[in-house]
């Protein structure tokens, strides 16, 4: 079955970059989205279509698709962000998720 | 608006079969993908299967053996059942649109949690 990789955890400080990488093989082939997931709540979706952003998701954060990597880079990171991140495709008419990453702001 | 709300029992025997069912708002059922997904307390998120509008259906290899999923359009809601439950299925259970082409999660439900224990 397919995989995505992504690090469990990625650690910014306010105000900078984080950039957080979802892996998997042919990875460019596919349509990915990030979903943003904090504690008690649902998952909101924050990247479709491995760049575009959903109305009302702030312009912080971005997404891009190259060779056999996904990133979702949030610029100018607030403390409002810290949460667990899920990069998502499709194969083989299934949903697959990346193992998650925490995004500690610090 | 596209609203999902998921609705069904906290608390499932072990052995028993957790029931849980979707109601649609602001959208017809066509078109797309209506999924199950869930996260055990301190895991990642677990695609469980989905259907689309005319009943076709796919499963997670992992529970395919447990796994139904079924879709009523004339109340516009789906439903999921998973029979022979264990603790191990002690998880936030969302429900979930998929949009068709990019295959992407466009809307999720608030999610539910349901426990496993006698």
């Known amino acids: 079955s397919y995989e995505l990789t992504q690090p469990p955890s990625v650690s910014v400080s306010p105000g900078q970059t984080a950039s957080i990488t979802c892996s998997g093989e042919r990875l460019r082939e596919k349509y990915i989205s990030w979903h943003q997931k904090k504690p008690g709540q649902s998952p909101v979706m924050v990247i479709y279509e491995d760049r575009e952003r959903p109305s009302g998701i702030p312009e912080r954060f971005s997404g891009s698709n190259s060779g056999n990597t996904a990133t979702l880079t949030i610029r100018g990171t607030q403390a409002m962000d810290e949460a667990d991140y899920y990069c998502?495709?499709?194969?083989?008419?299934?949903?697959?998720f990346g193992g998650g990453t925490k995004l500690t702001v610090l | 608006q596209v609203q999902l709300q998921e609705s069904g029992p906290g608390l499932v025997k072990p052995s028993e079969t957790l029931s849980l069912t979707c109601a649609i708002s602001?959208?017809?059922?066509?078109?797309?993908?209506w999924t199950w997904i869930r996260q055990p307390p301190g895991k990642g998120l677990e695609w469980i299967g989905h259907i689309d509008y005319s009943g076709r259906t796919n499963y997670n290899p992992s529970l395919k053996s447990r796994v139904t999923i079924s879709v009523d359009t004339s109340k516009i809601q789906f439903s999921l059942k998973l029979n022979s439950v264990t603790a191990a299925d002690t998880a936030a259970y969302y429900c979930?649109?998929?949009?068709?082409?990019?295959?992407?999660?466009?809307?999720w439900g608030q999610g539910t949690l349901v426990t496993v224990s006698s």
């Open positions: 602001g959208t017809s059922i066509s078109t797309y993908f």
């Open positions: 979930a649109r998929v949009i068709s082409g990019s295959y992407f999660i466009a809307s």
């Open positions: 998502q495709a499709w194969d083989s008419s299934a949903v697959v």
